[in-house]
């Protein structure tokens, strides 16, 4: 068995094994050596450029699907790995930061940057209540939940941030 921070081979190969692994590990951005949860944000741009071209309730109804995927995911691939919240489970990570990255839908380009950076720094510092959430659920809605909370945040301040520019 690993630490919380290091896979073995063989926790690799349950975690891309399964389509419930694939996902939790963000098509595979979570296995970075390191900083798995800004590779993990930096990985859900990609898919967030063809979500912008969507509406803001077409956004949202992704987000919720993809939240309930997420709990599913990471949940299996928790099991899988043996921690319940290892460092390789990104999805968390896609869904805080299209969360984050709402405001920016009809905003300009530094607007995507601003979010990236507003949801890492929610993420990572975790103000109440996220850290809270973070160390009370379990599970893959112990994964979820924090990220989600985190987006919202990062979400709330870039909304202001561009209604004052």
């Known amino acids: ?8 081979v063989e926790q690799r190969r349950a975690l891309l094994s399964t389509p419930a692994g694939w996902l939790a590990c963000g098509f ?14 930096l990985a859900a741009i990609l898919p ?58 009809l905003a300009p380009w530094w607007a995507v940057v601003a979010g990236f950076a507003l949801f890492r720094l929610f993420d990572v510092w975790k103000p109440w209540p996220i850290r809270w959430f973070d160390r009370h659920l379990k599970g893959g809605l112990g994964v979820m939940v924090d990220d989600v909370i985190a987006g919202v945040f990062a979400a709330v301040v870039l909304w202001a941030v561009l209604r004052l520019i």
Not at 58 to 68: H, S, Y
């Open 1 to 8: 068995m690993s630490d919380a921070k290091t896979l073995t």
């Open 28 to 41: 595979g951005s979570g296995l970075a050596p390191k900083a798995q949860g800004t590779f993990g944000s």
């Open 48 to 105: 967030w450029l063809l979500l912008r071209h969507l509406s803001l309730p077409l956004n949202l109804l992704v987000i919720a699907v993809g939240f309930v995927i997420g709990v599913w995911a990471c949940d299996i691939a928790g099991r899988a790995v043996g921690v319940d919240d290892h460092r390789s489970l990104v999805w968390d990570e896609f869904i805080g930061q299209w969360i984050a990255l709402l405001p920016a839908l």
